[in-house]
């Protein structure tokens, strides 16, 4: 085990890591921490994003965990992998942990969830489609990653001291540069050109010029992904701080463009994207406020192309409708815009207080989230029953009367809506 690196990891966590090398020792497997986690830790950044790699059966020894620690276990035996996540018995880890720990240890700073995963080496049959993935040795599992700075894998198995790594990685961790691996690795897996950028933008670092070739000569393959696949990468991206810089890269290079034609980045979307909150963990209302300048029929086709679920297309539509229709309501009385946005998805009025540039259109949709969707008539359907009101259309025609009298300030007290009531039951 390499000391000075592992020391690194909060308290918490080494003893966590060493209970389950504890265990991988009594199987006679080598275990590795790899990729992102050991980039981060040897850059300094905390990372959340437990990767173990087990050099033998990673399924085995992750139910071994789950029968001595606990826990909940997702396993996919077919690809060798299993998620341990210990959420729900962290406070007996913590107590059982304390002997694998050479200081007192923090809750706080447990892990929620390791990944295993079986060594492997992948083959790539047809570009863009996933690979088949074999069993391997740990340099094999390493060959098959995306760029130079991935490939760090820190032993974890005391017989083991040796860092591994392809040989460029820990120069072009320092120089700080986004390398693959070989020059296929883009046409294999065009995911990989979105990581580039988002991996370039989040460290500060640059994609190295033969990378950025290979990456721009592999544009044309992004027409193969699923929209899954990169729906999934664009997902990682918006919820980057680093998003706007990424997403402006993304444009530069012509990715976005390689998706749709029509899905590029102005100063509109930019100055949206911009007023979320820097560390939302809501995708769904960073595509709305993405997407909500857009014109319908596009809307209709990105949402097709990256298979946005039936809620977020419709969310993204009202979006764009909203936009384009608020300007002509700048007059309207409260009673009146409620009436338009009371059809409105939650999302889609939520993402408009970020969409909006003019302050008084934002306004109108604050009020109406904040007060004037709770505002409603005290009389109900029993109440013009109790009334002797036969049963009809004047039920909801009367009810809309009233929250309207109510929301225009016709109306501010109970009898003031009792002279009204009376009024339309008369009519
Ligand atoms: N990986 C890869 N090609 C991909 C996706 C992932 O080679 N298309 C490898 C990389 O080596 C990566 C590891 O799988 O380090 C784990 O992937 P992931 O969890 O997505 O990334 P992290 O490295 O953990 O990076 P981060 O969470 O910081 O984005």
């Not at 060798?80 to 210990?86: I, K, L, Q, R, S």
């Not at 444009?251 to 998706?259: E, P, Q, S, T």
């Not at 300048?293 to 086709?301: C, G, S, V």
């Not at 259109?361 to 005290?378: C, F, H, P, S, T």
């Amino acid at each position: 085990m390499s000391d000075d690196l592992f020391q690194r990891i909060p308290a918490a966590a080494r003893a966590l890591l060493k209970a389950v090398s504890n265990l991988a020792e009594k199987q006679g497997v080598v275990l590795y921490i790899v990729g992102g986690f050991v980039r981060d830790l040897k850059l300094g950044i905390s990372s959340t994003d437990y990767d173990l790699v087990v050099v033998g059966d990673a399924v085995k020894l992750a139910r071994a965990l789950r029968k001595s620690y606990g826990g909940d276990l997702r396993v996919h035996k077919r690809f060798g992998t299993a998620n341990w996540t210990v959420t729900s018995v962290k406070s007996n880890l913590v107590q059982t942990l304390q002997d694998f720990a050479d200081e007192a240890i923090n809750i706080s700073e447990l892990p929620e969830l390791l990944d295993f995963v079986t060594a492997r080496s992948e083959s790539y049959t047809q570009p863009a489609a996933l690979p088949k993935v074999q069993p391997g040795d740990m340099q094999a599992d390493l060959a098959r990653r995306d760029f130079t700075v991935n490939t760090f894998a820190l032993p974890l198995s005391e017989a083991v001291s040796e860092i591994l790594s392809v040989p460029e990685a820990q120069q072009d961790l320092d120089q700080g540069l986004i390398r693959v691996l070989h020059d296929q690795s883009f046409i294999d897996d065009p995911t990989r050109i979105f990581r580039a950028v988002r991996y370039e933008q989040r460290l500060g670092f640059e994609i190295e010029p033969h990378t950025l070739e290979l990456l721009q000569a592999a544009l044309p393959y992004i027409a193969e992904l699923s929209g899954d696949r990169i729906r999934h990468e664009l997902d990682h991206i918006i919820l980057e701080v680093e998003r706007i810089a990424i997403l402006e890269r993304l444009d530069d290079l012509g990715v976005l463009a390689a998706i749709d034609q029509d899905l590029v980045l102005n100063a509109t979307v930019r100055a949206g994207l911009g007023r979320l909150p820097g560390d939302t963990e809501n995708a769904d209302m960073a595509y709305v406020t993405w997407l909500a300048y857009l014109p319908q029929e596009d809307i209709q086709r990105i949402a097709a192309r990256l298979q946005f679920s039936t809620e977020l297309t419709e969310a993204s539509l009202a979006a764009s409708k909203l936009k384009s229709d608020l300007p002509d309501l700048s007059e309207a009385s409260p009673s009146q815009l409620v009436k338009c946005l009371e059809h409105v998805p939650d999302l889609a009025l939520k993402a408009m207080t970020y969409v909006l540039e003019d302050a008084n259109q934002k306004r109108l949709v604050e009020n109406y989230l904040n007060d004037w969707v709770d505002i409603k008539a005290r009389a109900d359907g029993h109440t013009l029953k109790e009334r002797g009101l036969e049963p009809g259309p004047r039920y909801k025609e009367i009810l809309t009367t009233l929250r309207s009298a109510w929301l225009d300030g016709e109306v501010s007290t109970p009898e003031e809506e009792e002279v009204l009531l009376e009024r339309l039951l008369n009519d």
